[in-house]
């Protein structure tokens, strides 16, 4: 499974001399559906790692990412290796979120609320109590941030200002 992943981008690059890191990611974001927690606990060690290297930037990919990762931790499972490793990795992104301020993108920001609303929203549908309770919980963090942004006079869309605004 992972060595797809790897095989496909390794022929991408040899094919096109160039290193297609928001390939690999969503490939990654595809095999996150796993429901196996070793294969989800290397995943989240491949964003860690991926997190680490310079001028590759994961943030363009939180959307993407995000569902399956409160999914993550979301989830019963008696092995709590990959919840930890999960929680770690969402702090670590809104940590990066936080240092970025004026250069974050008001487009990105507006990505991950939509995607954190359609998540709560599509949970809410499956019952899943927990979820949702993440969801919100990053949905807070993230608002909260953005209040902090607003306050600072940085650039946020006019529609992000009326949501926070009656946050």
């Given at each position: ?6 095989y ?56 993407m ?12 499972d008696?092995?709590e290796?990959?919840k930890a ?26 990505q ?21 309770k ?10 909260e ?21 009656s946050?």
């Amino acid at each position: 499974m992972l060595k797809q992943v790897i095989y496909l981008f390794m022929y991408n690059f040899l094919r096109n001399k160039i290193l297609d890191m928001n390939l690999l990611i969503e490939e990654i974001c595809l095999k996150m559906e796993s429901n196996n927690p070793k294969v989800r606990s290397l995943l989240v060690s491949w964003l860690e790692i991926l997190d680490l290297i310079p001028n590759v930037n994961i943030l363009q990919c939180v959307p993407m990412l995000l569902p399956q990762l409160i999914i993550y931790v979301s989830d019963n499972d008696p092995e709590e290796k990959p919840k930890a490793k999960t929680e770690k990795q969402l702090e670590e992104l809104l940590n990066e979120f936080k240092n970025l301020g004026d250069r974050r993108e008001a487009e990105m920001d507006q990505q991950i609320l939509q995607t954190l609303v359609k998540f709560y929203k599509r949970s809410a549908f499956n019952k899943c109590s927990e979820c949702r309770k993440v969801s919100l919980e990053w949905t807070q963090s993230f608002l909260e941030l953005l209040k902090i942004d607003i306050t600072k006079g940085s650039k946020v869309s006019s529609g992000i200002k009326k949501l926070i605004n009656s946050y």
